[in-house]
């Protein structure tokens, strides 16, 4: 703030510079530069001060469900839909109503750093914050194609088990005729096994005893790297009304395909494996 003349002399600051009503001009009129660094970068929005502390980039982990997007991940997204649309950049700036600089440094923090200029780009995209984050959810698998130099690595039990997390989505292979059929279902990790829940002749229920497959996984295809662990071993009902009660007070122990399904199965596995795929 420039040093002016005010009522104690020479160099005395006038603060506030408030409007009628108490409003100051941060709050009202255009909206002005926002300097990081020292450098202009953006805009702010009205009501926001140009040296108001803003929330840190987004983590730069792989994507999951519940984490924070990686930003490499959702530019990428962006690129690929804006070249779709036959969009430049400065086009696409144009649209979202910001800088192209500004659009640069968004894209490179992730969306958690002006998630309101996020919503912009989505729109001007003619999409959804929602599919920019996470892809689109009816998207047949496969579309981003390799990375760059990808490498498979193996996982060690401890690994896979880490990164199966306490409940998710898997898939289960039964060995039924004419050949093996594999059915996604939402499972619960228990001591070592995995359990979850089917109707007494539903199609995910196995012969009592049977050998099973369960694999867990997780693909960025626009990243082109991700893991996947398959575990094998027996599959048993649980009978005991103290287990079942116990099981049913689990997170995520709700069924995902809704519908009365009392029964549930464990796997414990007897061999447990997995691999990782990294690029770069």
């Known amino acids: 703030m420039l040093p002016q003349r005010g009522p104690s002399g020479p160099g005395f ?22 300097l990081a660094g020292g450098r202009a970068l ?4 009205p009501g926001q001060r140009p040296d108001a502390a803003r ?3 987004a983590s730069r982990g792989v994507t999951t469900v519940n984490d924070t997007p990686d930003p490499a991940a959702v530019a990428r997204r962006i690129a690929e839909r804006r070249e779709q649309l036959g969009l430049s950049e400065e086009a696409l700036a144009n649209r979202a109503a ?3 600089r500004y659009l640069r440094c968004l894209l ?6 002006d998630p309101a200029g996020f919503v912009r780009i989505a729109a001007a995209l003619d999409t959804t914050a929602g599919e920019l984050r996470s892809g ?15 490498r498979l690595l193996d996982l060690t039990e401890p690994e896979c088990w880490q990164l199966v997390g306490g409940h998710g989505i898997g898939r289960i292979a039964l060995p039924v005729e004419p050949g093996p059929v594999v059915l996604p ?8 096994s995995f359990a979850y829940r089917t109707g007494e002749h539903d199609a995910a229920a196995p012969v009592e005893g049977a050998a099973v497959s369960f694999q867990v996984d997780h693909i960025d295809e626009y990243l082109g790297r991700g893991w996947s662990v398959l575990a094998l ?4 009902y649980v009978d005991d009304p103290a287990e079942l009660d116990r099981l049913a007070g689990l997170p995520g122990a709700a069924p995902w395909a809704g519908g009365a399904r009392p029964r549930w199965v464990r796997i414990r596995p007897e061999e447990v494996s997995g691999r990782r795929l990294v690029t770069g």
Not at 136 to 150: F, Y
Not at 185 to 192: E, I, P, R, T
């Open 185 to 192: 279902v939402n499972y619960v990790v228990d001591q070592g």
């Open 13 to 34: 600051p006038l603060r506030g510079n408030r409007r009628p009503g108490g409003a100051d001009r941060h709050a009202r009129g255009r909206a002005v530069a926002r």
């Open 233 to 236: 071993g027996p599959a048993h």
């Open 136 to 150: 689109r959810a009816d998207a047949a698998p496969g579309q981003g194609g390799p990375g760059p130099r990808p």
């Open 55 to 57: 929330r840190p980039p």
């Open 42 to 45: 953006g805009w702010i929005r």
């Open 98 to 100: 910001m800088a192209p």
């Open 108 to 113: 490179e923090a992730g969306p958690g750093f």
